[in-house]
């Protein structure tokens, strides 16, 4: 018999006194209940008088499958496999499939809503990746942030490569963040609606360098920076606290996009991958954030 797991100190219900954490635990064990992966327990909340499982509100609620099938389904998506080949390895149906990974997304996006949340951040870098679809969806674009020194992915944004999609992406970055007494550094490339977001988002709590690549032959020749805005004492105190980066550059991010397209086909480059839209992108990112290893330090996030 598979342990039983111990009761909640909160009550799921949003409408209960109980659901927000702090205050006395006032939910206790009910019942039992059996179900083809074991016995569940059945617990009770004394202050609404309702029962739920241990599960509600969470990516496992009602699932009469192993919750490790559900993490091996999550995984094989993240790691590139479309979903009619992850249907004929786990022996699953299609739509089955489709519904467990929709599900998963959207507890992805939730979770990192919630709880993602980085004090004192050292370096920011920002960048875009443009997925390849059809028609409308042909000019989408993934930004992505990520900080340097925790290694955290700090928050994802899915639309057309516009002044408004740039600004709630970068608001979105601002608010997993709590920034220090050094201003955290700010690097991205020359794209021209990151400037006026930045000023808008973070003010004089951030120094923001551009950083101007030069190809040729598909490699880097060339790579300059210039500040734009902050103090100049500022900016080499930013740099001075960065343990990663010798001088300010976008490495770190420009991998974690090569990583997305090896793990999303419709962002990889000359692909025959079907459409997808803004949600389906989003829900993607956020499944492949969940999965993916975390290289170098890691620290624990506040929320």
């Known amino acids: 018999m598979n342990q039983l797991p111990r009761p909640r100190r909160n009550c799921p219900h949003a409408d209960c ?71 004929r390895t786990q022996r699953l149906n299609a739509s089955t499939v489709s519904r467990w990974l929709e599900k998963a997304a959207a507890h992805a996006v939730a979770f990192e809503a919630e709880h993602v949340e980085l004090d004192d951040p050292v370096e920011i870098q920002l960048d875009e990746v443009k997925a390849y679809g059809a028609g ?20 994802s944004e899915v639309g057309q490569r516009t002044l408004r999609t740039t600004r709630v992406f970068v608001t979105a970055v601002r608010d997993a963040c709590r920034p220090g007494v050094v201003p955290p550094l700010v690097t991205s490339d020359e794209f021209k609606y990151y400037e006026q977001a930045l000023r808008r988002a973070f003010g004089p709590t ?19 920076s210039h500040l734009v805005f902050g103090a100049e004492w500022k900016h080499e105190a930013a740099v001075a606290r960065s343990e990663d980066s010798k001088r ?8 974690l996009n090569q990583f997305m397209r090896f793990a999303c086909s419709s962002l990889r480059r000359r692909s025959a991958a079907g ?29």
């Open 248 to 255: 300010p550059n976008t490495a770190y991010i420009e991998r």
């Open 136 to 155: 409308r969806y042909d000019r989408i674009w993934v930004y992505n942030a990520l900080e340097v020194w925790s290694r955290l992915w700090l928050s």
């Open 206 to 224: 951030a120094v923001y360098v551009q950083i101007d690549n030069r190809y040729a032959k598909n490699r880097i020749v060339r790579t300059r």
């Open 17 to 87: 006194r109980y659901h927000a954490p702090g205050g006395k635990p006032r939910v206790i064990r009910h019942s039992r209940f059996q179900t083809k992966q074991g016995v569940r327990r059945r617990l009770l909340c004394k202050v609404c008088g309702r029962t739920f499982v241990n599960t509600l509100g969470t990516p496992y609620y009602r699932m009469r499958k192993s919750h490790r099938l559900f993490d091996q389904v999550a995984a094989l998506q993240s790691e590139g496999l479309p979903q009619a080949g992850i249907a």
């Open 275 to 303: 459409r997808e839209g803004p949600d389906a992108l989003l829900g993607h990112g956020e499944l492949t954030e969940a999965e993916a290893p975390a290289p170098g330090r890691r620290v624990s996030s506040g929320g």
